[in-house]
T-cell receptor
Framework: KQEVTQIPAALSVPEGENLVLNCSFT??????LQWFRQDPGKGLTSLLL?????REQTSGRLNASLDKSSGRSTLYIAASQPGDSATYLC?????????????FGGGTRVLVKP | DAGITQSPRYKITETGRQVTLMCHQT?????MFWYRQDLGHGLRLIYY???????DKGEVPDGYVVSRSKTENFPLTLESATRSQTSVYFC???????????FGPGTRLTVL
């Protein structure tokens, strides 16, 4: 059974510092990996989708890498801002799971201090 | 507006009552999903649907019923609400397995 882990569960950084968020998964047979952002009391916003054939994906200050063989993905957020404070979740689409369902990590809660 | 909408956004009900949460998407996505999010448990899949009239159970289906007569709608019904069903419910949709999954804004349900 696929398991997705995000460590640390919480992270606090000063404004301007680069953020590095980690995601690991146990089964490398995935279709893709998706990073989401969730603000308190809100829904999940899709940030980046990396297909299993890709090594990285970029959008503005965000860059996500994928290493399928080691079961890891990293989300980099450059020059963090207080508005980046949120919970970040990663999710994998397991190639072996029926119904094309995402398996989510527990999330990393980020606080960017001014 | 385009996207996924959920209604109601907030609902308070009593134990034993039937409650229906609505989900509507304007993209004609094939796949739709219902999740619940609880502290300590993260996101858990309740039911999903690969197309109209095709639904299947997720991790925690007990006490819930879904239907999908139209591609754009995927209502979730709690047949007899229990306090353990107090949660935030999210609907999501996706076009194909290899596309991004998008989430609605959520419904906060409280069962007294």
């Amino acid at each position: 059974k696929q398991e997705v882990t995000q460590i640390p569960a919480a992270l606090s950084v000063p404004e301007g510092e680069n953020l590095v968020l980690n995601c690991s998964f146990t089964d490398s047979a995935i279709y893709n990996l998706q990073w989401f952002r969730q603000d308190p009391g809100k829904g999940l916003t899709s940030l980046l989708l990396i297909q299993s054939s890709q090594r990285e994906q970029t959008s503005g200050r965000l860059n996500a890498s994928l290493d399928k063989s080691s079961g890891r993905s990293t989300l980099y957020i450059a020059a963090s801002q207080p508005g980046d404070s949120a919970t970040y979740l990663c999710a994998v689409l397991d190639a072996k799971a029926a119904g094309n369902k995402l398996t989510f990590g527990g999330g990393t809660r980020v606080l960017v201090k001014p | 507006d385009a996207g996924i909408t959920q209604s109601p956004r907030y609902k308070i009900t009593e134990t034993g009552r039937q409650v229906t949460l609505m989900c509507h998407q304007t993209w004609s996505h094939s796949y739709m999903f219902w999740y619940r999010q609880d502290l300590g448990h993260g996101l858990r899949l309740i039911y999903y649907s690969a197309a109209a009239d095709i639904t299947d159970k997720g991790e925690v289906p007990d006490g819930y019923v879904v239907s999908r007569s139209k591609t754009e709608n995927f209502p979730l019904t709690l047949e007899s609400a229990t306090r353990s069903q107090t949660s935030v419910y999210f609907c999501a949709s996706r076009w194909t397995p290899n596309n991004e999954q998008f989430f609605g804004p959520g419904t906060r349900l409280t069962v007294l």
